[in-house]
T-cell receptor, first 112, second 118 residues
Framework: QKEVEQDPGPLSVPEGAIVSLNCTYS??????FMWYRQYSRKGPELLMY????GNKEDGRFTAQVDKSSKYISLFIRDSQPSDSATYLC????????????FGTGTKLQVIP | GAVVSQHPSRVICKSGTSVKIECRSL??????MFWYRQFPKQSLMLMAT?????????EQGVEKDKFLINHASLTLSTLTVTSAHPEDSSFYIC??????????????FGPGTRLLVL
């Protein structure tokens, strides 16, 4: 079993839809949770960062962490074609100086 | 803020040659940088952790004599792929932690370097 499971997609949605991206993980010691967006042939771009359980909102993006279920989510409201990319969930035990464990990424396509 | 650059963005080389990739933190100091490799349609795999002024720590299965890492300053780390072979062709990405930033617990990534070994 992988430490982090993420549906690779692809996920196709119409413009304006609400997108839900999810990851599950097996190691209950993970404390820091991130979502990165990666465009084709580019490096990952940090979208959201959350410590421990709870919700965090930033514009059209909302990150949720449920440590009891070992489940994290990223919601994108009013999705735009420019949101089309691969979304990687990531997590660490003790913060940025530690090894980051990535999900495989979910490819999202927002259709105009 | 928190911008990381890489150079070159892409490189094509002949088998047997060595290739150096630079990773720079442009607007912050990074005591720790990381090197990842990403194969097509796969996630990022950590190769090594680079600490300024000390030897890099390599992940299991990564040949330290083949992938030489030097972290000579707080803003620069280099990865040298020695005697590159076609199987080394991949997308190499570095990341850095901003030790003085508001969010110290996460890594900022460079744009990546695409290496093709013929």
């Amino acid at each position: 079993q992988k430490e982090v499971e993420q549906d690779p997609g692809p996920l196709s949605v119409p413009e304006g839809a609400i997108v839900s991206l999810n990851c599950t993980y097996s190691n209950s010691a993970f404390q820091y949770f991130m979502w990165y967006r990666q465009y084709s042939r580019k490096g990952p771009e940090l979208l959201m960062y959350t410590y421990s359980s709870g919700n965090k909102e930033d514009g059209r993006f909302t990150a949720q962490v449920d440590k009891s279920s070992k489940y994290i989510s990223l919601f994108i409201r009013d999705s735009q074609p420019s949101d089309s990319a691969t979304y990687l969930c990531a997590m660490t035990l003790k913060g940025g100086y530690q090894k980051v464990t990535f999900g495989t990424g979910t490819k999202l396509q927002v259709i105009p | 803020g928190a911008v990381v650059s890489q150079h070159p963005s892409r490189v094509i080389c002949k088998s047997g040659t060595s290739v150096k990739i630079e990773c720079r933190s442009l607007d912050f100091q990074a005591t720790t940088m990381f090197w990842y490799r990403q194969f097509p349609k796969q996630s990022l795999m950590l190769m090594a952790t680079s600490n300024e002024g000390s030897k890099a720590t390599y992940e299991q299965g990564v040949e330290k004599d083949k992938f030489l890492i030097n972290h000579a300053s707080l803003t620069l780390s280099t990865l040298t792929v020695t005697s590159a072979h076609p199987e080394d062709s991949s997308f190499y990405i570095c990341s850095a932690v901003d030790k003085t930033g508001a969010v110290q617990e996460t890594q900022y990534f460079g744009p990546g370097t695409r290496l093709l070994v013929l």
